[in-house]
């Protein structure tokens, strides 16, 4: 099966790319994009910076002290080969596998005899091997040479690249195992990648050299830091902990590591241990994009409510890895609420950050902007996560390649199969089918405009007797499934239709997608007195392009009472609710002994939201998510 | 005059140490506390850490790869001696004055024959003298030492100090001069520490040097880093910005400079620059505590309004550097919101550092603790600024110097002096006296219980004909001043009596010391639907120690309606204000379609509030400055 993540046992089965394929729509453009844009350029973007040829100098013996890129660049190269991978795999494009080729030969070239494959450590001049657990980032840039090479071996079968991945994973165990170091990384990730290399190839020593490093991590392990050992959740086991903390992407790479040993071992504790951080970091540390990250100083998670949205760090990367976690758990339990999530996540982390030419990123994903960002050069590296505005490429590029990887196998997080038929989770213009294990063929054909309509219209592809299941979303109160020309209400959670199809058939979801108010949890103190606006998967956002003056956005305040409406006609997504601008006169000293006066003689106005992912299209803008309440 | 800062022309003169003593009261205790304790504490832990040792090594010639402490660790001891010389000149306290010798020999020992003095470069196979201005702060050691200096000078005469202070300061300006490298040091201080050194040794070159380094600043001079070049104010010239950026302690370091430079050369556009730039950051980028830094990342100003109280930084080190650039300003301008923003920043952030046995610190000053910290060690040294609680000492310990350099020298931002009369801008039980230019003797004695009670009661202590002014702090709306029996409404701002005194007269001043409810700016995003309270010239907080179960902070709701109220016999500043616990229940997403139901049922109580700065006494807690109102 052509998927990332095939669990060998658990409630529901992925689907690979010979079963779903987007065939349009919303995300068919961006997969589309991602293809013929981001793919080449994060490949010349590597080459440009020398991050390519550090492997070339490996394999030369001609390293130097200036070294271009970070301790981590390598693993860039390794994610673009997986993305690279699933979309040759998913298209069978030549370039892409051209690009495979290419791409693998001058890695082979660079690994070590032993199986050491690493351009920053152990050769020449360069720092002795693993001579930096903390910060080194040998052992998480091996983790995404393993998710590689899965993908490489599921699309096409083994080849040079699966070869280095398997010397360079018996080389971590050879190092690392049990009668090895005790030594773990201090950025997650091989975990993941011999968890899943392990499931790929039946080899049970990988896995379990992933759980090794799972339960070794979490009893100071490592060095401590100035940001602590919950850095990299080396503060904790990770079988005690009841909360995500620290660097959001580590931890949640970690997390995702612990989901699959504990299928794979059938480990209840650990699955529970996972299921409980989740619920109480989805329930307190999340933003409503499912953004996660409060604080920029250690792109981590903050305290329970701690969620302020100007200073939102909610990397992409640490959106992907939320999807990869909750995909393994849905994998695991069927539960609904992590398919919930991935959507939230989906739309308003991962494809906020692709620029429509799919050429720049947004790293960083605040909720509110303040002062617009300086426009980007799109021949120039930006040195910041954090500017306002999509860039080309960065000094520390992790998300332009973890978006190019997650587009390019999308499909695989549409749907999913059981005993008895096919559950889909994510509505995109698409075909479906799977063959059941007692044999029986499914197929369904989806059509939709979603998200800018709610019409889901799934049309039967075979007869036969099998169960359709839909997710309704936590969000689409009202919904009703249509079957047969008769429409019921269907609730929150999954809608099933079991019966005996015809092809042509068609099963048509309806979603509401009225705009509506979403109201914070008011121990989120960073957003006390303000509503957002929410419609359908989408979150809105206020942009200082559409208010009369630039500095509108400081002086808003909507009217609750006045429910949002969609535009007519307008472009995707555009919404109207009612506001005005009041803001209070300057005093030279913020606090008073009064509240500030009330805005009265300033006029109502329709102030338009757009979708939050298309937010600094038109150039540099303020912004915000969460809307201050006239009268708060 | 023993003051630290000297203007040669100003609005009013400062005092010294000969005009102006503390006698006793909320200040008196603390500057006793830190002459007995804090600053053999100081001394102690730096040389147990090796960074004394470090000047040994140096003149010894056995500088070697693992030395101790930070680039900037030689500062440490240089504010401690500044310290130390405004304590032996306060008291002549034979203890401060042996260690100043024992400091100075070995500072003097390891002084290169051209005046370079810095333990961390150009010794051995350290990396070459200023071959790293941005980060390598040894300019940043040299403005400490001139600061040291300046303190000796002042306060005892020329020694060895001043000599290796006067040669380090003519090899920075052989180095940095007109004719020299045009370079600039990552970290202002430098500018500072050569203006004053100048205004004390009459060296008009230094002051012009300062002007230089604050010239050449602001131009892309240093590199760029990944904060960007903000950080430490090289992103625009001074005279060009109208809002404080970047690092907080830069930031004011070097705004402390500008105004020296400024005052010197009759610059009124630069004058004009600072007080505009301090403007817009008091009114739009200060905390109520007058706490500045809104990041963690980068200990810098957030964008206007991006004050967050928990994630304040609101580092010690920033208010003490924000007094020292209000205290300029007003020398210059006469104008009583400097005095008001020292007032309001000695009470919430310079106070809320030290422990009551002098011997732990504060390095960031939150105005929100979400989760209790770790109780600390005293005997370890502390990795984090942001612990929620005081460390005996940090890694980069810079606030506990700076704590103690402040109280040693304190008594000289109590009172200035015109050619008229006294002004009184702090009140604490003291004693002032001053010569004016015509000759008259003018002398008063303050008998005060402030800020516990807010009568001042200013007693003259010789017959003369001449102005007395005492600062009415904005927040004393209702103030009355009684002079030979009559009180009368004063208004804040400079409530002044010119008459003919006669020793023994009295003339109180009554501050109204009623808690009040203070309400932020509508912009502040941060605490919308919150209330402070203040008493006097303290803030006060709701600490976990005082409700019914550990977790209340997050549930805590207070009636708008029912005025604060003091306890009357409890100790000094606790208030009681009406709220209760109003948490929501417990969701599995914290966002929803409907606002949260109100707290029902649930019964209103006294929350009793205290002084922040004495937050944490009592063991780690949680904390509030911003309280939610019941109902938002």
Redesign the interface.
């Known amino acids: 099966m052509t998927s990332p993540v095939l669990p060998s046992q658990g409630r529901v089965r992925p689907l690979g790319l010979a079963q779903v394929s987007i065939t349009g729509g919303f995300w068919g453009s961006r997969q589309a994009v991602n293809a013929t844009a981001t793919l080449a350029h994060c490949e010349s973007w590597m080459e440009r910076l020398g991050w390519l040829a550090n492997f070339d100098r490996v394999a030369d013996g001609t390293t130097a002290p200036d070294r271009p890129g970070w301790s981590f660049s390598d693993s860039e190269v390794y994610k673009l080969l997986e993305a690279l991978a699933w979309e040759s795999g998913r298209t069978g494009d030549p370039a892409a596998e051209a690009a495979i080729k290419r791409l693998t030969g001058r890695i082979a070239r660079a690994q070590d005899p032993d199986g050491y494959l690493n351009t920053c450590f152990g050769h020449g001049t360069q720092p002795p091997r693993y001579s930096d657990l903390e910060m080194g980032h040998e052992l998480y840039n091996t983790g995404h040479l393993l998710q590689a090479a899965v993908a490489r071996l599921r699309t096409h079968g083994e080849d040079d690249l699966v070869r280095v991945a398997r010397r360079a994973a018996d080389h971590v165990c050879r190092t690392f195992g049990p009668d090895g170091r005790a030594g773990i990384c201090g950025h997650p990730e091989i975990e993941v990648g011999l968890a899943e290399f392990g499931r790929a190839l039946g080899e049970e020593r990988y896995v379990e050299q992933a759980r090794i490093f799972l339960d070794r991590r979490g009893h100071g392990t490592l060095r ?5 050992r919950a850095y990299f959740q080396d503060d904790l086991p990770i079988r005690e902990a009841d909360v995500w903390r620290g660097h959001a992407v580590r931890a949640l790479y970690l997390t995702a590591a612990a989901v699959d040993v504990a299928v794979e071992r059938g480990d209840d504790e650990l699955l529970r241990a996972v299921e409980r951080q989740w ?1 109480r970091s ?3 540390r ?1 933003y ?1 994009t499912g953004g996660m990250g409060s ?3 250690d792109e981590g998670f ?10 939102a760090y909610c990397e992409t990367c640490a959106g992907v890895a939320s999807i990869m976690v909750s995909w393994r758990l849905h994998l695991a339990t069927g539960d609904v ?1 992590y398919t919930d999530l991935i959507e939230r996540t989906l739309y308003n982390v991962v494809a906020a950050s692709p620029s429509p030419d799919g050429r720049a990123f947004f790293y960083a994903n605040p909720l ?1 902007q ?2 617009p960002g300086r426009p980007a050069d799109p021949d120039e590296v930006s ?2 996560a954090e500017a306002g505005v999509r860039a080309a490429w960065f ?1 520390v590029s992790c998300c332009p390649t973890n978006v190019a990887r997650t587009l390019a196998g999308l499909q695989g997080y549409l749907a999913t199969a059981d005993d008895d038929g096919l559950q889909l989770h994510q509505y995109a213009p698409s075909t479906v089918r799977a063959e059941l294990p007692d044999g029986r063929e499914v197929a369904v054909e989806v059509e939709t405009a979603y998200p800018d309509g709610g019409t889901v219209r799934v049309r039967i592809l075979a007869d036969g007797l099998w169960t359709l299941a839909l997710r309704v979303p ?2 689409a ?1 009202g919904a009703t499934l249509a079957d047969d020309g008769r429409a019921r209400p269907v609730e929150p959670g999954m809608a099933t239709v079991r019966r005996a199809f015809r092809a042509g058939e068609v099963i048509t979801l309806e979603l509401p997608m009225e705009p ?15 509503v ?1 606006v929410e419609r359908g998967p989408e979150v809105l956002c206020a942009e200082s392009h559409d208010l009369p003056h630039p500095g509108g956005l ?2 808003l305040a909507i009217d609750p009472r006045a429910v949002p409406r969609s535009v007519r006609g307008a472009e995707s997504g555009e919404v109207l609710v009612r506001g005005r601008l ?3 006169p ?11 006066a009330s805005a009265a003689g300033i006029e109502w106005f329709d102030v338009p939201l757009r979708p939050y992912h298309s937010w600094a299209r038109r150039g540099p803008s303020s912004m915000r998510v ?1 809307l ?1 309440i006239e009268g ?1």
């Open positions: 401590d830091i100035p940001l602590g619920e989805v329930a307190r999340t409503i604080r920029h100083q903050g305290e329970d409510w701690e969620l302020p949205p100007d200073r609420r509110h303040r002062a040195p910041r000094d936590a969000w109160a509506r108010f979403t109201w914070p949890d008011p121990r989120i103190d960073a957003v006390r007195g303000c957002a400081d002086a009041a803001a209070p300057d005093r030279p000293w913020a606090y008073s002994g009064a509240p500030a969460w201050p708060e």
